[in-house]
C-alpha cells in the first residue's frame, strides 16, 4: 500500500465496484444535512472552495451546483483511480468542479494562501500524521479562511438489540485500523488538532445517524459492512456471522442501529502569531 494514501486505498477492495457504489450511496444519504452543516459552519457562493481527498469528486460536484455555483471548487485526490472516476463524473458538464492530483501532506497543487473554506471528509481517520495535514491546510488558506472536517469516532455507534460479536467486530476493525495508521475514534480529537495547528474559533457539533432515518439495510451498508475489509482472514468467519445476524434483525424488522459523526470547523487567524 502507498503510505501517503493511508489506511485507506481504493483499488485494493475485494470488490472495489462495490465500494465505489457505497461511496456515492453515502455521498446521496448524507448531503441534504451535510449541506446544511457545512453552510452554517462557513461555506457559502462565492469562495475559492477545495474538497481534500474528494474521491470520486460527488461531493465536489453537489457543493460547486448547489452552494457556490460562483466560485471556484478544486477537488484535490491522490488515488489515482478515484481522480480518474472524479475526471470521468465531470466530463461534459458545464458547471463541474476542477480536478487535481495532489497530496494531503504538501498541496503542492495548491497555492500558498489560495482556498477560502477546506473541506475533509472522512480524511483525517486515514492518516498517520493528521496533525502534518493540518499544517499544510492552513499554509493553503487564506487568513481569515475556514477549514471544515467531517470525521467518524467509531465509540459512538450502537444498536438494539445487541447483536453477538458486534463490538467484537468493531473492535477488530479498529485495531487494524490503527495498525496501518489510521484511528477510527479521531472525531474527538479534531477541536484539540486544530487549535494545536495554529487554528483559533473551532466549532463542533455532532451529528446523528440512525435507522430512523434511513433503513437498516442502509444503514448497515454505510456504517459497518465495508469495515469486513478490515477484519484478518481468520477472523472473518465469525465476523460475516455477526453481520448476518444483523441483517436477519433487519429483516425481521426488530433492529435499531445509531452512530454519529463529528463536524468540526475552524479558521486561520487574520494574522499569525
Not at 465536489?60 to 484535490?76: M, N, Q
Request: hydrophobic content about 40%; charged content about 25%.
Amino acid at each position: 500500500m502507498d503510505s501517503r494514501l493511508g489506511s485507506y486505498n481504493y483499488g485494493a477492495f475485494s470488490s472495489n465496484a462495490e465500494e465505489l457504489q457505497r461511496l456515492r450511496r453515502q455521498a446521496e444519504i448524507a448531503w441534504s444535512m451535510e449541506e446544511e452543516y457545512l453552510v452554517a459552519h462557513g461555506l457559502r457562493n462565492g469562495l475559492t472552495v477545495v474538497d481534500l481527498a474528494c474521491g470520486p469528486g460527488i461531493i465536489s460536484g453537489l457543493i460547486k451546483r448547489e452552494v457556490c455555483p460562483d466560485g471556484t471548487v478544486i477537488g484535490v485526490e491522490l488515488n489515482e483511480a478515484l481522480l480518474a472516476q472524479a475526471h470521468s463524473l465531470a466530463e461534459g458538464v458545464g458547471d463541474a468542479p476542477e480536478f487535481r492530483a495532489g497530496d494531503v501532506y504538501e498541496l503542492d497543487c495548491l497555492e500558498d494562501e489560495s482556498v477560502d473554506f477546506a473541506y475533509c471528509r472522512f480524511l483525517l481517520q486515514h492518516l498517520a500524521e493528521p496533525a502534518r495535514a493540518l499544517q499544510s491546510i492552513y499554509r493553503k488558506l487564506r487568513p481569515g479562511g475556514r477549514v471544515a472536517i467531517l470525521e467518524t469516532d467509531d465509540s459512538l455507534f450502537n444498536c438494539a438489540p445487541e447483536i453477538p460479536d458486534m463490538t467484537r467486530f468493531l473492535e477488530t476493525a479498529i485495531a487494524e485500523q490503527q495498525r496501518r495508521g489510521g484511528d477510527r475514534k479521531i472525531g474527538r480529537k479534531l477541536a484539540g488538532l486544530l487549535w494545536e495547528n495554529g487554528f483559533h474559533d473551532a466549532r463542533t457539533q455532532v451529528v446523528t445517524i440512525n435507522t430512523d432515518m434511513i433503513s437498516g439495510d442502509e444503514f448497515l451498508n454505510i456504517t459497518t459492512s465495508f469495515k469486513l475489509e478490515l477484519i484478518p482472514a481468520e477472523d472473518m468467519g465469525w465476523a460475516r456471522a455477526c453481520l448476518d445476524r444483523a441483517k436477519e434483525a433487519i429483516d425481521n424488522g426488530s433492529f435499531f442501529g445509531q452512530t454519529g459523526v463529528y463536524m468540526v470547523s475552524a479558521e486561520r487567524p487574520q494574522t499569525d502569531g
